[in-house]
Every structure is written in C-alpha cells, then in structure tokens.
C-alpha cells in the first residue's frame, strides 16, 4: 500500500499542476515533458493497490488515470484554412547540439530541399560549413553569430528581410520571407530549457516567443525550433493560445518524440516544433534522425492560403 500511494502521490502533483493550467517548481516543468509516460507509473499504482485490496489507492489510480488520458490528447484548436491556396513551402528546423550534427544535416538538406531552414545551437563552425556548402541554393540568411548553443541561423530559397528577432540568452534570429509576393514571417525559437535553477528564465522566454507571436495576428507567421517545452506545458500552451497551430498536430504526428534522439522511438517528448498561423495547411511531417545531435529534426510541408 505505501508504494502505491508514493506513486500515486507524486503522479498527482504533477497532473495537478496541469489541471491547475501551472508549471510548478521543479522537478513539475521536468516531469511535465514526459506527461504520457507518467501512465507507467500510475498502472503500476493501480496493480500495487489491487494486490494490497487498498480499495481507496484504486479509486485514486482510476481517477488520476482517467486525468492522464484526458491530457494526453492534443491542446489547441486545428482548423483547415478556407482560403485558395498560394504557395507551398517545405519547412525544415534541427537542433544540431553545438553544431556537432551539421555534417549530417547538410545532406537532409540536399535531399528534402526544404525551402526555409531553422538551425539551433549553430555556432560559428556550423554556419561555415552551410554557408560553403549550402550559400548557393540558400542565399537568404538571417544569423545570430555566437559560440556553443547560442549560435542559430535561419537559410531561405526566398529573399530575406532581417528583423530585431526574439531577445534571449540562445540566439532567436527572425526574419520576413516574400514567398511569391507574401510577406511571411519567420522566427526561429530556442528559449533557455527548464533547468532546476533557470524555469524563470524558461519562462520568460517563452513568453517573449509569445508576445511576437501575438503582435501581428494578421500576418503569415511560422515559428519553428526547439521550445524546450511541450503541450503539456502551461506556457507552451500560451502559445498555441494566440492562434497558432502546431503543424505535427495538424498532420497526425502531434505526440511523436523529437527528443532526447537516441531513445525518442522508445521513450521521449516533442519539443521540436513548427507552429504556423491560421493562414497554413500542413500536409505532411516528418522526423529526421541526424547522427552527432540528441534532437530529431522535423520537416513539415506547409501550404499558404488566402485568409478570408
């Protein structure tokens, strides 16, 4: 019975935060990634209480099982633009951890030819070599020049206009593309993970991610990378609460693992994301395993509308 009711007792805290719409303290903003795993426990609870005849600990495990269920299903609202199509464009973002997975991404590159490409923790050697490799086919570039994880950059077949971007402690480098005449804008999104000492941090960060995404509503708006953060957390959500979509839900793959990489196909979360606004279809999404990084890369076919 004692084992049983720690499991459920911790299950509960962090289920609680999220019927409670809260991130917590850690280690809530940790456990919160892996929010579908936590049923693992809770069965283990259950089987633990039924063997013990601990009729109330079944009663609980019922109900913060049927919680874990309710939660695992996608947040956020996924709504097909009406609008006559006006372009496609194939969206590629990897976290390639401190450039040690360039030398593999730069082949994924040639072969899915994606149109825009968001690269985290690209430091200086990283963008030399896409630079050298890849300049010619991707003369739109927007950087944000630094050393280790700090470094990003963003390479588009479409002219680029530099923006300010998203001020943060890793570089968020935003830009706006002219894809056949549209406007469309781009950030790349990389906030500080929720480590036990830096979730204000996280959180702010996010929250600025939030703002540019909710100062023009009108406008085209792609916003990939690694948020450090899934559904499951409150300030992810926030995101998703201005309108945007998640182009992995639209296209069936919102609960696929992009991280940690190298057990992601067994156990892992997503929080490698391309979150697009009303004006985007998505029609396929993929994720690629690159050798030399702990993230999957996603690759998302988009399609723009015109709103209506």
């Known amino acids: 019975m004692g084992c049983a009711a720690l499991l459920l007792a911790a299950v509960s805290a962090v289920v609680g935060c999220r019927a409670a719409d809260t991130d917590g303290v850690t ?3 940790q456990l919160l990634a892996f929010l579908p795993w936590l049923l693992v426990p809770t069965g283990v609870a259950l089987l633990c209480a039924l063997l013990a005849r601990w009729w109330p600990g079944l009663v609980w495990g019922v109900a913060v099982l049927g ?9 956020g609202r996924s709504a097909e633009p009406t609008g006559p199509p006006l372009a496609g464009l194939r ?12 030398g593999s991404l730069v082949p994924e590159i040639r072969r899915w030819k994606p149109d825009v490409v968001f690269v985290a923790e690209c430091e200086r050697g990283c963008r030399a070599t896409l630079e050298r490799d890849l300049g010619a086919a991707y ?3 927007q950087t944000v020049a630094a050393d280790g994880s700090a470094g990003s950059v963003i390479l588009s077949r479409h002219p680029l206009r530099g923006t300010a971007g998203v001020p943060g402690t890793l570089g968020m480098p935003g830009a706006v593309a002219d894809v056949r005449g549209h406007a469309v804008r781009l950030q790349l999104a990389h906030p500080m993970p929720p480590l036990p000492r830096q979730i204000g941090v996280w959180r702010r960060e996010l929250g600025r991610l939030r703002q540019f995404a909710a100062a023009d509503p009108a406008a085209p708006t792609v916003l990939a990378g690694d948020f450090n953060a899934s559904q499951d957390h409150a300030a992810f959500r926030r995101l998703l609460d201005t309108g ?14 992009s991280w940690p990489a190298r057990t992601a196909r067994v156990a892992g979360t997503q929080i490698d994301h391309v979150l697009v606004s009303a004006d985007f279809s998505a029609t396929d999404a993929r994720f690629l395993d690159l050798a030399g990084t702990d993230h999957r890369a996603l690759l998302v076919d988009l399609t723009l509308h015109q709103r209506e």
């Open 139 to 141: 003369p739109g570039r």
């Open 244 to 257: 945007l979509q998640d182009a992995t839900r639209i296209a069936g793959h919102d609960r696929t693992p």
């Open 91 to 102: 969206v590629l973002t990897s976290n390639v951890e401190f450039g040690r997975g360039t």
């Open 27 to 29: 280690p809530v903003p």
């Open 67 to 75: 919680l874990l269920a309710w939660y695992i299903e996608p947040y």
